[in-house]
């Protein structure tokens, strides 16, 4: 496969590891708005590669097989613009906001191309996850009751002052996971809506802790998939103990606010400055090393006497320290790769905006997930459970 990677951050990075090492890789064209970025990657990939990795241009897409874009959506926009006048199809890592997804999916299909996003780890792994066991309770109970998501990347060792470390850099250097907005769940196969940071719940991690996890994020079109039609769904953020209520505290006192106000004569809004002086604490540092966790449950349809069938997925990935990767870095970018090497061998034929957990099937998933194992990201532990009406078996 001849591939382009758009975006040479943290996130392009191990795209582009993952990448450059698939033996199906016969080369890969790194394109950066930075053009020193581009190089330093190409560099650092030198003596990591088992293919041609050279630095080039945006019109490095056309003749490509497939393009992998890490970016932000702004300039995932005029990626997947450049893709459809190439006829060549693109995965991203971001998703267009509800006012463009029509017409991403229209210029997609008037180039006769997939255009597959989100999908990286959150949203896009995660979803593919929870549409698995949804599967496969449905084969084996004949629909889901409940499922449940829970996904965060939180620094290996918590530190001061909320036990949160930002891993992700660029545009979202001074942005942080705070913003007060609605968060979606679903209720008997019906979209519903929470207070972000609400829900707050304990989660035993094996080999990581105690974590908490709350009401955030969920894509709107996860109750689309019909395994469930009917279940009740909620997909919850980790972290470390006190997060949750700690952004709550400050959006208690006003300091959350989008909403401009006047300091000294200068319009200010409380949240962006909260960010500017937060970022800088938060911001992961050399030394920082993040574990992510992602854990898919659910509970199938109940038979004639009240047994019910669980199953559970659970993967946690740590920072590798001889790549240097970290954890968020690698399920992100390697599962990114992944989705763009099925693109390059055609393995994908529908055309459109097309969302990976209602266009993958469960084939596609399976080849994701060796990808990744390929690479180390493994699942820990994916299995069933039988509960009878009196108990667990």
């Not at 469960?362 to 459970?385: M, N, P, T």
Request: with cysteine; hydrophobic share 45%.
């Amino acid at each position: 496969m001849r591939l382009t990677l758009l975006g040479c951050g943290r996130m392009g990075r191990g795209a582009g590891y993952a990448l450059a090492r698939d033996p199906r890789t016969t080369s890969i064209t790194l394109v950066d708005r930075d053009h020193d970025q581009a190089r330093a990657l190409a560099d650092w990939l030198s003596g990591r590669a088992d293919c041609e990795v050279r630095v080039g241009d945006a019109g490095a897409v056309e003749g490509s097989d497939a393009v992998a874009a890490a970016l932000p959506w702004g300039a995932t926009r005029e990626a997947v613009e450049l893709a459809a006048k190439a006829k060549v199809p693109v995965a991203s890592i971001t998703r267009p906001p509800e006012a463009e997804s029509s017409t991403v999916d229209e210029l997609a299909r008037a180039a006769g191309i997939p255009v597959l996003v989100p999908v990286g780890l959150e949203p896009g792994l995660s979803e593919l996850a929870a549409a698995d066991v949804a599967r496969r309770l449905t084969a084996l109970t004949g629909g889901v009751r409940t499922l449940e998501v829970f996904c965060g990347g939180v620094p290996a060792v918590p530190r001061e002052p909320w036990g949160y470390t930002a891993f992700f850099g660029g545009e979202l250097a001074n942005h942080l996971p705070i913003a007060q907005r609605t968060s979606l769940a679903v209720e008997h196969g019906q979209v519903v809506g929470h207070p972000r940071f609400s829900g707050v719940e304990q989660r035993h991690v094996p080999g990581v802790g105690e974590l908490e996890a709350y009401h955030d994020g969920m894509v709107p079109w996860l109750a689309e998939h019909p395994a469930l039609a009917d279940a009740d769904c909620t997909q919850k953020t980790l972290r470390w103990p006190g997060f949750a209520q700690a952004v709550t505290g400050l959006a208690t006192l006003g300091l959350l606010d989008e909403s401009p106000v006047v300091v000294d004569g200068v319009d200010v809004a409380p949240k962006r400055v909260v960010e500017h002086v937060l970022a800088p604490r938060l911001r992961a540092g050399p030394e920082d090393e993040d574990v992510v966790v992602l854990e898919v449950s659910g509970t199938g349809l109940p038979d004639a006497d009240g047994n019910t069938v669980s199953v559970r997925a659970l993967l946690v990935d740590r920072a590798d320290p001889e790549t240097g990767l970290a954890a968020m870095t690698r399920t992100t970018g390697f599962t990114l790769a992944a989705a763009t090497a099925l693109l390059g061998e055609r393995a994908i034929v529908e055309t459109g905006w097309l969302r990976p957990h209602l266009a993958l099937t469960a084939e596609h998933f399976a080849r994701i997930k060796a990808d990744l194992a390929a690479l180390g990201v493994r699942w820990s532990a994916d299995g069933e459970g039988r509960h009878t009406s009196e108990g667990s078996d």
